[in-house]
């Protein structure tokens, strides 16, 4: 199944789910040159971002002058991919990236990965290692993590609930918040919330099996830098480099910002 991407160019579709829970997710497939050794990419977004952001952009565009392959997507109820949005849940996502994961392997022979994950695509990063381990044949080679938000329903969302929040996801189902990234709010449901309990990956040590990049930007206000450094000290790998950026925001995408995300990324696919 094909269709057009926001970027006019041609977008295939996988089926994720079946019955009620079935929705079409919207991929980018780039295949790696002949005899190209490098490890595939891998992007898993943030929330409410897509595959045509900038920073997904980007890496394609590094996977293409290193002769690698790439795969960015686009989460249910994100971007050109099928679903609604409020029915979204880690979970969910998740299902849908590893089911991506899975496509790019049968399809261009993506079996050794490097993830790049920002903020709650750092999350599911987390969670796809831990899935992957314990049932398939492809390898992750490396993480990247861009202003990472693991367990950010649990520990950024509910602790500074206020009462009128609180109200809303008990008689609504959900609550909605000003986003200065957009002129519409970020809707956060008490499906999402509940579902982050199960998901949650700051329990324990995180045994990842890869080295782990992590970068953060200390002029952060949605992801405080603290959150990189408790991450840091559940990764349980001696390979765990975390670079703070001082003037850096959530996002991420300055230049000089995307240059180091790059570096990072090169440097894994590499295996160096």
């Given at each position: 199944?094909?269709?057009?991407?926001?970027?006019?160019?041609?977008?295939?579709?996988?089926?994720?789910?079946?019955?009620?829970?079935?929705?079409?997710?919207?991929?980018?497939?780039?295949?790696?040159?002949?005899?190209?050794?490098?490890?595939?990419?891998?992007?898993?977004?943030?929330?409410?971002?897509?595959?045509?952001?900038?920073?997904?952009?980007?890496?394609?565009?590094?996977?293409?002058?290193?002769?690698?392959?790439?795969?960015?997507?686009?989460?249910?109820?994100?971007?050109?991919?099928?679903?609604?949005?409020?029915?979204?849940t880690i979970s969910r996502w998740?299902?849908?990236?590893?089911?991506?994961?899975?496509?790019?392997?049968?399809?261009?022979?993506a079996r050794r990965i490097v993830?790049?994950?920002?903020?709650?695509?750092?999350?599911?990063?987390?969670?796809?290692?831990?899935?992957?381990?314990?049932?398939?044949?492809?390898?992750?080679?490396?993480?990247?993590?861009?202003?990472?938000?693991?367990?950010?329903?649990?520990?950024?969302?509910?602790?500074?609930?206020?009462?009128?929040?609180?109200?809303?996801?008990?008689?609504?189902?959900?609550?909605?918040?000003?986003?200065?990234?957009?002129?519409?709010?970020?809707?956060?449901?008490?499906?999402?919330?509940?579902?982050?309990?199960?998901?949650?990956?700051?329990?324990?040590?995180?045994?990842?099996?890869?080295?782990?990049?992590?970068?953060?930007?200390?002029?952060?206000?949605?992801?405080?830098?603290?959150?990189?450094?408790?991450?840091?000290?559940?990764?349980?790998?001696?390979?765990?480099?975390?670079?703070?950026?001082?003037?850096?925001?959530?996002?991420?995408?300055?230049?000089?910002?995307?240059?180091?995300?790059?570096?990072?990324?090169?440097?894994?696919?590499?295996?160096?």
């Open positions: 199944m094909t269709g057009t991407n926001d970027n006019g160019q041609a977008a295939e579709f996988i089926t994720v789910g079946t019955g009620e829970a079935e929705r079409h997710i919207a991929i980018a497939l780039q295949s790696p040159a002949a005899g190209n050794g490098l490890a595939h990419f891998v992007w898993l977004g943030g929330y409410r971002s897509d595959m045509s952001g900038t920073k997904a952009v980007e890496l394609a565009g590094l996977a293409a002058r290193l002769g690698t392959g790439c795969l960015r997507f686009d989460y249910s109820g994100h971007g050109a991919s099928g679903g609604a949005f409020v029915d979204g998740l299902e849908e990236s590893l089911a991506a994961i899975r496509h790019a392997a049968g399809a261009i022979g993830l790049v994950g920002s903020s709650m695509g750092g999350w599911i990063a987390l969670r796809a290692v831990a899935e992957l381990a314990r049932q398939s044949d492809i390898e992750i080679t490396g993480l990247v993590l861009i202003a990472p938000a693991p367990d950010f329903t649990s520990e950024l969302i509910e602790p500074n609930l206020t009462d009128t929040e609180r109200t809303a996801l008990a008689e609504r189902g959900q609550f909605e918040e000003p986003t200065p990234y957009g002129p519409d709010p970020n809707i956060y449901t008490l499906k999402l919330i509940e579902d982050g309990r199960k998901n949650r990956v700051l329990t324990g040590a995180i045994e990842t099996g890869c080295p782990v990049h992590i970068l953060q930007g200390m002029a952060d206000p949605d992801v405080p830098y603290s959150h990189a450094v408790r991450l840091m000290e559940h990764l349980s790998g001696d390979d765990v480099v975390l670079t703070m950026i001082r003037d850096g925001d959530h996002r991420l995408s300055r230049p000089q910002d995307i240059a180091k995300i790059l570096e990072a990324a090169e440097t894994l696919a590499r295996g160096q």
